[in-house]
């Protein structure tokens, strides 16, 4: 299974320092920036073709009307379904390792951090919250609007139960 460090690191460099407005129109100059091909754009997102080197080189961009909320980058193969969790899984947490050590070399200590088998780190930066995510069967790196991401951090509300 291949992870693409230098391609996510160059990525997360990237993002930290674009230009964001979080709206569609920041697909096009990302994309050219980052050397990649916005294929699609529907309502509620659209898919784009990345230039990692993985097994499926795609990024996923999830919006509502204009604004964007963030893209999803796959940045390791995705596993095969004939390929057994016992010789995926530990690849997939060295990758999610190796990863952890060149994005805090890169953006500093993260934010956050969830451990377990669905691991996540995140930097809360001032243009963009970076996002590693480990799922069983592969690693994202996701770019998040801060707004969305502030909208989404909100706790939910209580109610008193009325007797």
């Excluded at 129109?25 to 916005?38: I, K, M, N, T, Y």
């Excluded at 956050?112 to 690693?139: C, F, H």
Aim: hydrophobic content about 40%; proline content about 6%.
């Amino acid at each position: 299974m291949h992870v693409d460090i230098e391609g996510a690191t160059r990525i997360a460099r990237l993002a930290a320092d674009f230009d964001w407005t979080w709206t569609v129109d920041d697909l096009d100059p990302f994309c050219s920036q980052a050397g990649w091909e916005l294929v699609e754009l529907r309502q509620g997102g659209g898919s784009i073709r990345t230039n990692f080197n993985v097994s499926r080189p795609k990024a996923n961009v999830y919006r509502e009307n204009r604004s964007m909320e963030y893209i999803s980058i796959l940045v390791t193969d995705l596993a095969d379904d004939a390929t057994p969790m016992t010789v995926v899984r530990p690849l997939l947490v060295e990758g999610f390792t190796n990863l952890d050590v060149a994005l805090t070399a890169l953006l500093g200590t993260a934010t956050s951090a969830e451990p377990g088998p669905t691991a996540a780190l995140r930097w809360d930066l001032p243009k963009a919250v970076i996002t590693l995510n480990l799922s069983v069967s592969a690693i994202f790196l996701d770019l998040t609007s801060p707004g969305y991401q502030a909208w989404l951090d909100e706790p939910e509300p209580e109610y008193e139960d009325e007797d």
